[in-house]
């Protein structure tokens, strides 16, 4: 089981850059996927970015491409997000998600972090 933990978030100005963080304890395999989601008032739950914890096969929303990365550390225990060029539409709860090896499915959901990007 691999349990995991975002920080990070807070309220920037639009145009402005965080970085959220992903902490994980447990199986981080290199072929599992550690993701990134995000959900706004009155919206449901999107996808924003992917990546295997290997570092490969980065994958993007397209409403963050060319603006957010994703990324891992070299030990496999955190994952991150960088978001730059932010947007007032970029506001939302920010979820940490990660799959079992070789799935496509989000097994694992962390607690949540608060972005808010005013205008």
């Known amino acids: 089981q691999v349990q995991l933990v975002e920080s990070g978030g807070g309220l920037v100005q639009a145009g402005g850059s965080l970085r959220l963080s992903c902490r994980a304890s447990?199986?981080?395999?290199?072929?599992?996927?550690v993701g990134w989601f995000r959900q706004a008032p009155g919206k449901e739950r999107e996808f924003v970015a992917r990546?295997?914890?290997?570092?490969?096969?980065?994958y993007y929303a397209d409403s963050v491409k060319g603006r957010f990365t994703i990324s891992r550390d070299n030990a496999k225990t955190t994952a991150y997000l960088q978001m730059n060029s932010l947007k007032s539409e970029d506001t939302a709860v920010y979820y940490c998600?990660?799959?079992?090896?070789?799935?496509?499915?989000?097994?694992?959901w962390g607690q949540g972090t608060q972005v808010t990007v005013s205008s």
């Open positions: 990546i295997r914890w290997s570092g490969d096969s980065a």
């Open positions: 447990g199986r981080t395999a290199d072929n599992s996927r």
């Open positions: 998600a990660a799959g079992r090896p070789f799935s496509v499915v989000y097994d694992y």
